[in-house]
């Protein structure tokens, strides 16, 4: 089974983005899928005994159309070293037609032996001959990353067409292609058309069989037959023979006794003829290469499914009463006929949709309804739309959208998991033009919006039931978008924003284009001037003596006008690529005395500390403190978490030891500075009700977000179709009788992240330098009356 990227946390402890709650792969992993694979690699070029004097990769095409892989390359990395992919890199030219190879002729060993065919492209990468692990990247840019002890950000795996991890490796696709020799080569099976997204199940050690383009190209008859992340999955049809069986041939079995009762079907490797009416037709470009057939007749046995999946190219519309005969098979999950040798179509019929009501039953799962046409009553909330732009999923819950179980009290974890149920596009594409789902007068879905009366056919696939909708999908903006911020009141107004990474570095962090760092800009400037705060306490900012800070400013003030806002210099930005930092408005307020810091090794990003007054010198002072927590991600520049802050299972991941012991430090520098009005801001990395947040508050502090903002509005963070609170404003007693309200601005957690800076990828269209997803978090803003 592939898993998808969005699904990397079951293979790591939870983790999201660098500089936030960090992905952070470990093996097995995954390549973004595509229709492009690495067919071969061969290492022990020009070795003892070997056949051929180069090392080489060869490249195959098994999709239906041509691709082009101008502005791809080829990396590689060794197989558990500490190099990055980006340091050996062959860029690629041309175009592959369907079922066309591409060699990639890479370096020469000492031992002269046999030449390679006239290669298509040529490198010097020097490959192990025994284990390492190759990427087919849809980029000329060297990925810094090698998946292992550096690893790949989901931006750089969304860049990944193919993975082939081999022998002892720390990277790969499921399990390692096996271990390779000077005489044997890494060989895709099947011609290059199996593709099950586990290298050790996709490729056999075999001698080496180089082919170029000018092979006589190897089509998978009928196009891409791999699964994709979003869709069902289904193994490489095979020619179908002359048929032979009628209208007239009796079935062998109804699809119930195909199905079985269970997970698995107990007739799984059997050929059998069954019969049934179409329920829906995934068959043109870009699909699944087969349809799905119900029995309009049911056992009267509710734990056996009546639907099927049939992969086959013979044409056939809802409604056909079709009798299939074929291989029953369990594909990653998926009981299906694969492939069909003959579908007849034997007159027409209707099935009315099965009513599947959320939550489930206690003890029921949705195997009964695998390949069913199904309908849900009402409405259900989209609760996670990161994979919308990506794969088409989004996912939808019953009964309002879900929250993370330590941010609050009552979360009820094992109905959730029976409440939620996948929306996917009936598609195999990725990454398209054009989002297949759009709420009523927008351009997007934003989470909070509902789908009515959802119907399609329930499937199965990459661990996750699934829904192919074979009615159209229109969501009600039931949460749209805030045009500003709720009001706070007060005559002075701080915020606290997650910028996202904004690096002027280009391919680091952040933007690897100029034309996407002026994108991000544009959108932090929309994000901070909507906020219009006096005092604005920043993360996720690059390291690089105020080159980051400056710029953001000089771009706030373009907009603002010259000197509305000025910059703070971080006494101690720390050791990691990003700091935190602070602005402000001087016509507003003033600094009192220096920035300061702490010097505490507990904080790699440490705390910034500026005391203010307002400028016409009225009123108390306040005092701010910045902070940016250890993200929830297992490893650090240090490595592995280990003892207390390895995972404890209670929800709150990695480095929560590490996580309190900053709260207590930051609670004793409020301490040893004597601080008054303290205003503490950040991105905690803490839900509202776990361990750093509980220590505050019991250290004197007031939640601000718990006191003014009502608790269904109360998140600044998705993960994995959960809302949470990660990012936080306390005050202490003196100034919490100064604060006159605190919001959160939804303008970033519930878009989906294909609405960014980004270019790869996004439709050009959902752009705008508008606020909206300028950054992962939504900003916090708090009134103060001084």
């Excluded at 032979?244 to 699809?255: L, Q, S, V």
């Excluded at 702490?598 to 108390?620: H, L, Y």
Aim: glycine content about 10%; hydrophobic content about 35%.
């Amino acid at each position: 089974m592939r898993v998808t990227l969005r699904a990397l946390a079951t293979l790591v402890t939870a983790g999201i983005t660098a500089g936030s709650i960090v992905v952070l792969s470990s093996t097995p992993a995954t390549a973004a899928p595509g229709t492009m694979v690495i067919s071969q690699v061969y290492g022990g070029g020009g070795n003892s005994g070997a056949p051929f004097t180069n090392d080489y990769v060869e490249l195959f095409n098994r999709s239906a159309a041509p691709v082009s892989v101008d502005g791809w390359s080829v990396q590689y990395t060794s197989a558990a070293g500490t190099g990055n992919f980006s340091a050996n890199k062959t860029n690629l030219t041309g175009t592959l037609a369907p079922g066309q190879y591409h060699l990639v002729q890479l370096a020469a060993g000492t031992t002269a032996s046999g030449s390679l065919p006239e290669p298509d492209s040529v490198g010097t990468t020097n490959l192990s001959g025994a284990a390492g692990k190759v990427a087919l990247v849809r980029s000329t840019d060297g990925l810094a990353c090698n998946g292992s002890s550096t690893p790949c950000a989901d931006e750089q795996l969304a860049l990944i067409a193919d993975l082939a991890g081999y022998g002892a490796t720390n990277f790969s696709e499921g399990t390692p292609a096996p271990a390779l020799t000077n005489t044997t080569a890494a060989v895709r099976k099947n011609g290059g058309c199996t593709d099950t997204d586990d290298n050790g199940a996709d490729f056999d050690a075999a001698a080496p069989a180089p082919r170029n383009s000018a092979t006589a190209p190897a089509r998978c008859d009928g196009g891409d037959p791999s699964p994709s992340p979003s869709d069902t999955p289904t193994p490489t049809p095979t020619p179908t023979p002359t048929p032979t069986d009628t209208c007239d041939t009796p079935i062998t079995h109804r699809i119930a006794q195909v199905q079985g009762s269970g997970d698995v079907s107990p007739v799984a490797g059997q050929d059998v003829r069954v019969e049934g009416i179409v329920t829906g037709t995934f068959q043109g470009a870009g699909q699944f290469n087969g349809f799905y057939i119900q029995d309009p007749t049911p056992d009267n046995d509710p734990a056996t499914s009546e639907g099927l999946f049939v992969l086959s190219s013979s044409p056939v519309k809802v409604g056909d009463r079709a009798l299939v005969s074929g291989k029953a098979i369990e594909f990653s999950g998926l009981t299906e006929i694969s492939p069909a040798t003959v579908v007849n179509v034997c007159g027409t019929g209707t099935i009315k949709p099965a009513e599947v009501k959320l939550p489930l039953k206690k003890g029921i799962t949705f195997e009964r309804y695998e390949g069913v046409l199904v309908t849900f009553k009402g409405d259900l909330t989209a609760s996670e739309i990161y994979n919308l732009g990506r794969y088409g999923e989004v996912t939808l819950a019953e009964g309002g959208r879900m929250w993370q179980p330590t941010d609050r009290e009552g979360v009820n974890t094992e109905e959730d998991a029976r409440r939620k149920i996948l929306l996917d596009d009936g598609s195999n594409a990725q990454n398209m033009p054009t989002l297949p789902y759009h709420s009523k007068g927008a351009d997007t879905v934003r989470i909070g919006d509902a789908a009515k009366d959802l119907t399609g056919v329930l499937t199965y696939g990459f661990g996750v039931y699934r829904v192919q909708p074979t009615q159209p999908v229109v969501f009600k903006p039931e949460n749209p978008r805030p045009a500003k911020p709720a009001k706070v009141g007060g005559n002075i107004r701080v915020a606290s924003l997650n910028t996202l990474n904004w690096f002027t570095t280009l391919k680091s962090r952040g933007a690897t284009t100029a034309v996407e760092r002026d994108r991000q800009l544009a959108k932090l400037a929309a994000n901070i001037l909507g906020l219009d705060p006096d005092v604005a306490g920043l993360m996720e900012v690059e390291r690089n003596s105020d080159v980051a800070l400056n710029t953001l400013v000089d771009g706030l003030n373009a907009k603002a006008g010259a000197g509305t806002y000025k910059a703070i210099t971080h006494p101690d930005p720390g050791t990691d690529a990003i700091q935190t930092a602070l602005i402000y408005k001087p016509a507003k307020v003033t600094p009192v005395g220096a920035a300061q810091s702490s010097s505490d090794p507990i904080f790699s990003r440490p705390p910034m500390v500026q005391t203010f007054r307002k400028a016409d010198g009225k009123g108390q002072t306040f005092t701010v403190l910045v902070n940016h927590f250890k993200s929830k991600g297992c490893t650090d520049a240090d490595g592995a978490a280990t003892g207390a802050d390895t995972d404890q299972g209670d929800g709150q991941s990695c480095y929560n030891a590490k996580r309190i012991k900053q709260a207590k430090a930051l609670l004793a520098l409020i301490d040893s500075l004597k601080l008054q009005n303290t205003l503490v801001l950040g991105d905690i990395n803490a839900y509202g009700e776990e361990d750093p947040i509980h220590t505050m508050e019991n250290g004197g502090l007031t939640s601000l977000s718990k006191k003014y903002v009502s608790t269904k509005d109360r998140y600044s963070y998705v993960f994995d179709g959960l809302s949470g609170e990660l990012d936080h404003a306390l005050a202490d007693k003196s100034l919490s009788k100064l604060v006159t309200g605190a919001t959160i601005w939804h303008i970033n957690s519930d878009e989906g992240r294909f609405m960014d800076y980004n270019t790869e990828f996004n439709p050009p269209y959902l752009y705008a330098p508008d606020a909206y997803r300028s950054s992962d978090h939504d900003p916090l803003l708090v009134g103060l009356d001084l």
